[in-house]
Each structure stands twice: as structure tokens, then as C-alpha cells.
């Protein structure tokens, strides 16, 4: 592997957290970010799917109106659940 040199900064806290890190898993701060970064490019590269339900979840709050109140209707909806007379 070709090497090369980055330089990062951070808040000392994280820099102490980080080398805690690093000694707690017996590795080095190079190889936790390289580790970090290379996870991240496949986790993108997987793509995430959304499933059916969710797609469908999406569509409803889509077609609600503007003014929608979901406060209240939540409120009527807790109200009918635990009979709460108004």
C-alpha cells in the first residue's frame, strides 16, 4: 500500500477519546480512520433500500394537506385510545 501523510485536527477531548480508542482496540489512529472511511464508501456504495412499508409510510404524509394538525389529531387519536371523554 502507498502511503501518504493527512493531517487532522480536532478538539483535544476527541484527541484523548481517540487515542483511548485506539489503545482499547490494539490499533492505531491511521488505521481506525482508514478503517472509518473505507466502511463508510462501501456502506454508500451498498446503497440503502427502503423498504415497501416505508415507501408507503412516505407517500401518506405526502398527501396531507398543508395546514394538517397533526398535534390535534394526534390529541384525538390518544383521546378515542384511552377514552377520554373532552
Known sequence: MNSGRLTLSADRD??????????SEGTSISAMF????NSRSQAK???RRISPLAKEASGMLSSLP???DY????????????????
Open 14 to 23: 476527541s484527541i484523548a477519546l481517540a487515542h483511548k480508542l485506539a489503545k
Open 34 to 37: 482508514v478503517n472509518y472511511i
Open 45 to 47: 456504495s451498498a446503497g
Open 66 to 68: 398543508d395546514d394538517f
Open 71 to 86: 398535534k390535534a389529531a394526534m390529541s384525538d387519536i390518544l383521546a378515542h385510545k384511552y377514552v377520554v371523554k373532552k
